[in-house]
């Protein structure tokens, strides 16, 4: 065995593997683990480098390498050399283009440590992945092209993984090889980075000159930089502090993800211990309750623990029966979180269609989801400049700081100091799809000091003087559909009969409440939860409220529904299909679309979404404006 | 004496228990927002391991959902013995499917080759999935163990049709889980992506986790076939002319259809030995498996896209 290989800790493991197998187990069972991520621009050679990572830790198979040199000399881009790259290019349609276009995770092991790598993509389409890659990260390495320097893609991802929270960077100055290793060259790079580095709160970084390609500097010391004194970038790997270390130090919390109750005799709170320790004996605090009790056991298969930390997934039994459930918060009683429903956070949008500010999504935290709007941000940020830029909305891959509020109070910590309870993602109701990640900066005070006006004339009291039960009659359809034409003899029915109504019209309402509002998706949002909000209101009043908003997404609708008493909210779908209503066209309007002259027009350049299980439903093909306002007068009052 | 949940080692995770923790995490998530989950048990050393996280997440309650055999006829016979034994032991119920249009037209490995795995497994999962409504199904597949499963989220979202779409997949950030779907879609969830083989002995190892004494060597019948060593596990092997039967040293990497597993020569008889062996081999887990040469190179992603494991 050469020298090289003695002391390569690799082959040091595959001599003690061969020969004491048993104490070769004993070592591995101490290994601690690294998850990291590489970032870099599309040629700075990223997969390359994790492939030789791989390689070099004889993770690569002999039947995969066989493979590899087909594939290399099919469609590789080194010539005849090994193109390390291909290892780890995964999906089939990614090795036909030669990029990267996923987050993709690679593992192995050293004797020190396991690791877990995320390659992501360099592209600028995928600020997405990046973040979803550097969200589970301990460390970061930035990836440089000597050749090139600093580039706007180097300052987007230092950006980024320090946005994420990434303490530990490691600044990776690739492709020595072709710049003659020169110390200049590595010298200059590093000087430009730490500038930069320094504007954005980076204090510290570990540069390294390596070749991913050549094997420089990667598990042993090249030749090639004799004027290079640190660590290899394996060295570094295996011994740079974890996060998780740190987590232990601080106050205990916990989310509950389940109730463990298998007979009337256990009761048991299971989750993750997001940070600190715990020990039978200590006192806890449940949030938002506030209630308190006393560790009494840590259950696990193996037996009881006498102690538990951060990273552990545990149940924990309590001396006293206190309300405690999924979405709950376990902390130290006293140093306990807080609870809150209004936050500034910072907002990675990932989803083709735009944030909707004032839509309700569903915002999962912990292990608990709620519904929460966002407002309208205070400013995006462009991540090549990281100016602050004025936005309406985010879109893809857009990051932006917003205030936004959730439908009830949430225990919390900012991002900063806990990643589990202050990182949340946002999921669209209708399509499921996770359209956001954020990150809490704080929470408002707002929401602690504009009380509600508790009254002494109820709205049971406001009700009964009228002699009637309030309720929200809300008609949806097309533009044309005979909305306003139904709501208003509806309305005249009612008066008949002695009812107190209001009728609340789209067009009318346009001139005043919303006159400030146009018809984009996210105004017609607004324009929708405003009128919610008046027609709630009303019924606080006792009022039996008549709406004709074409209202064309269902979250919306869902979204005023929520705001009312059970019971009281009455869908009505003013159903006619859009070619009779285009032909009726009693206003002209969808001629004017057609022609181009009036844009997001609903059923012609903007979607409507019609109810799927509406109250009422109305086929005005079937049926006279007469005859539907006797039918939804009958539902109302039978 | 470490445990992989024992007393810590001056308040350090090490690598398996970080892994067995957020294993157990990914469970109880399941379990907290799925209506209808399942375990999909294929008697392996991964369902092993899996099985056992799962008696820690929710110990002392049983795991609260069965365990589901989607099974070909053509398993070994140790891992059925295996099968319901490890069923009784974890106090949860055991289903077992086969597909009955491939069980009347005869479908087996010697004449109907890929259609084998297709009809069997693919259509037979996609079948079970359906007939019970179950809307998230544990798989033990790892990320190390073949190139399009590195990519794959760990709830890993499906179409009414059982469709993986690996261009459309959802952002997963931190330890947060999006297990939202909408009526007949469904999750597969994969507990133990993070894990690899070496992890999976070690763990094995660690917790003295019962699996299929077909992974340790013993003689045992073989022929010889393009290549491959397969075991004689059954009179329903049709030999070929001249073809007899051989006792070899052998052991499996991987367990399947024991037509369609090709076994090792090898001398590993305990746990210890066949980490070693495997630590110092220079082929990959799968390379045994005839499923993955299946349509080339891009294969597995296939199967994926077509609602296989």
């Known amino acids: 065995m050469s020298d090289r290989l003695a002391n390569d800790p690799i082959y040091r493991t595959d001599a003690l593997i061969a020969e004491d197998i048993e104490k070769y187990l004993e070592v591995h069972q101490h290994k601690t683990m690294l998850r990291f991520i590489t970032c870099g621009s599309v040629d700075d050679g990223k997969s390359t480098l994790i492939g030789r990572l791989l390689y070099d830790s004889k993770m690569i198979f002999e039947d995969q390498l066989a493979a590899l040199e087909a594939d290399s000399r099919r469609v590789g881009t080194q010539g005849q050399e090994i193109d390390f790259a291909l290892l780890v290019d995964g999906l089939a349609a990614e090795r036909e283009q030669g990029i990267t276009i996923d987050v993709a995770y690679r593992f192995f092991a050293t004797e020190k440590r396991k690791f877990i790598v995320a390659d992501t993509p360099g592209h600028e389409q995928y600020t997405r992945n990046m973040v979803t890659g ?505 | 004496m470490t445990t992989a949940t024992g007393q810590l080692d001056a308040m350090r995770l090490t690598h398996l228990q970080r892994l067995e923790a957020e294993s157990i995490h990914i469970m109880r998530e399941v379990v907290a927002e799925a209506e209808r989950p399942v375990m999909l048990y294929s008697v392996g050393k991964d369902s092993a391991v899996m099985l056992h996280l799962a008696k820690k997440a929710f110990y002392p309650s049983p795991p609260p959902f069965p365990l589901l055999h989607v099974d070909t006829t053509w398993k070994f016979k140790a891992m059925y013995d295996l099968r319901d034994k490890a069923a009784r032991d974890a106090g949860m119920e055991l289903l077992v499917y086969h597909n009955p249009e491939a069980k009347e037209r005869g479908i087996n490995p010697f004449d109907h080759g890929p259609l084998h795995t297709d009809m069997w497994k693919t259509e037979g999962l996609k079948q079970a999935l359906d007939l019970y409504g179950f809307d998230a199904a544990f798989g033990g597949a790892r990320r190390d163990e073949e190139k399009s499963r590195a990519k794959e989220r760990i709830f890993s979202f499906r179409t009414a049709s059982h469709r993986w779409d690996p261009k459309a997949q959802r952002p997963e950030l931190w330890r947060l889980y999006n297990a939202r779907k909408n009526k007949g879609e469904s999750m597969r969830v994969f507990p133990i992506s993070n894990w690899t083989e070496l992890d999976i002995w070690q763990y094995i190892h660690l917790e003295n986790i019962e699996i299929v004494p077909l992974y340790f060597s013993a003689p045992r019948p073989t022929v010889e076939r393009d290549g491959l060593l397969i075991m004689v596990d059954d009179d329903r092997f049709p030999l070929r002319e001249g073809e007899q039967p051989v006792m070899r040293s052998i052991r499996f990497r991987t367990l399947g259809c024991y037509p369609l597993t090709g076994a090792v020569e090898s001398a590993a008889a305990t746990l210890p030995e066949v980490i070693q062996e495997m630590l110092l081999t220079t082929t990959s887990e799968r390379q045994g498996r005839v499923i993955d040469k299946d349509g080339g190179d891009a294969s597995m992603e296939k199967k994926k896209q077509e609602g296989y494991f």
């Open chain 1, 134 to 638: 550097a969200s589970t990260a301990d460390l970061a390495v930035i990836l440089i092209d000597a050749r090139k320097g600093v580039l706007v893609q180097t300052r987007r991802h230092s950006y980024l993984a320090h946005l994420i929270g990434i303490r530990n960077i490691v600044l990776a100055v690739n492709k020595m090889d072709l710049v003659d290793y020169d110390q200049g060259v590595f010298d200059a790079i590093v000087k430009d980075y730490a500038e930069f580095a320094k504007s954005i709160g980076i204090d510290n970084f570990v540069a390294m000159p390596i070749s991913g390609f050549r094997g420089d500097n990667i598990t042993t010391r090249s030749a090639n930089t004799p004027w290079y004194g640190g660590p290899t970038l394996m060295e570094h790997l295996e011994t740079v502090e974890v996060d998780a270390t740190a987590d232990t130090a601080k106050p205990f919390r916990m989310a509950v993800q389940w109730v463990n109750r298998p007979n009337l005799d256990f009761r048991g709170f299971s989750g993750l211990i997001s940070t600190g320790t715990i020990r039978p004996g200590d006192a806890v605090r449940v949030l938002p309750s506030g209630r308190t009790s006393t560790v009494t056991r840590i259950v696990t298969l193996n037996g009881d623990l006498d102690e538990a930390a951060a990273g552990q997934s545990v149940t924990l039994c309590f001396a006293d029966e206190i309300d405690c459930s999924r979405g709950d918060v376990i902390a130290i009683a006293d140093d306990p979180v807080q609870a809150a429903d209004q936050f500034e956070a910072t907002i990675v949008w990932m989803d083709e269609n735009e944030l909707l500010p004032g839509r309700p999504y569903w915002l999962k935290i912990g292990t608990q989801t709620v519904t929460a709007t966002v407002q309208q941000p205070k400013y995006q940020v462009n991540v090549n400049t990281l100016e602050h830029l004025a936005a309406k909305t985010l879109d893809l891959n857009a990051i932006g700081v917003a205030n936004l509020s959730t439908d009830r109070s949430i225990p919390f910590e900012p991002y900063a100091q806990n990643r589990d309870l202050g990182g949340f993602i946002l999921i669209d109701k209708m399509t499921n799809a996770t359209v956001a990640a954020g990150m809490i900066h704080f929470s408002l005070r707002r929401a602690d000091n504009v009380h509600w006006q508790a009254t002494d004339v109820t709205r049971e009291h406001h009700a009964q003087v009228k002699n009637q039960k309030p309720a929200v009659l809300w008609l949806t359809g097309l533009s044309g559909a005979g909305k306003s034409t139904i709501a208003n003899l509806v309305e005249k029915k009612l008066a008949r009969m002695n009812r107190h109504t209001f009728l609340l019209d789209g067009d009318n309402v346009r001139h005043g409440l919303n006159k400030d509002l146009g018809f984009t998706d996210a105004d017609r949002v607004e324009n929708i939860r405003r009128v919610g909000e008046v027609a709630k209101l009303m019924t606080d009043a006792g009022l039996i409220v008549i709406t004709a908003f074409i209202s064309p997404f269902r979250a919306e609708r869902d979204m005023v529904r929520q705001m009312m008493q059970p019971g009281e909210f009455l869908e009505v779908h003013i159903d006619t299909p859009l070619a009779e209503a285009e032909k009726r066209d009693v206003k002209g309007l969808y001629r004017k679309a057609r022609a181009g002259d009036l844009k997001n027009f609903t059923g012609i350049d903007s979607p409507y979404e019609p109810p799927q299980d509406p109250e009422i439903h109305i086929d005005t093909t079937s049926m006279t404006a007469e005859d539907a306002a006797e039918e939804i007068v009958r539902r109302l009052i039978p």
